[in-house]
Nanobody, 115 residues
């Protein structure tokens, strides 16, 4: 089994910044692809950013230039730095690991951006 422990999130005014962290542990071999998704009330869960096992990154158009995903030293810990936050970024953010053998989600962390 794989466990994902998320931290960060909270309430921030528009234009502010937040940092989310996700540490994966358990039955993991090597460096795995990791991603952040988010789900706003009444909306489907959507991909925010992902990082491959070799460091390639993908961002949703809505966050390009504002968010940055990276690995934080430990190979299966990822950081999502969120800058210039907007009220529409308000959502529950979920960490995800998906490989051919693994599909795991974190418990979610609330991000609220006030206008």
């Amino acid at each position: 089994q794989v466990q994902l422990v998320e931290s960060g999130g909270g309430l921030v005014p528009a234009g502010g910044s937040l940092r989310l962290s996700c540490a994966a542990s358990g039955s993991i071999v090597g460096v795995v692809p990791m991603a952040w998704y988010r789900q706003a009330p009444g909306k489907q869960r959507e991909l925010v950013a992902s990082i491959s096992s070799v460091g390639n990154t993908v961002y949703a158009d809505s966050v390009k230039g504002r968010f940055d995903i990276s690995r934080d030293g430990a190979k299966n810990t990822v950081i999502l730095r969120m800058n210039s936050l907007k009220p529409e970024d308000t959502a529950v953010y979920y960490c995800n690991v998906r490989t051919a053998l693994i599909m795991a989600w974190g418990q979610g962390t609330q991000v609220t951006v006030s206008s």
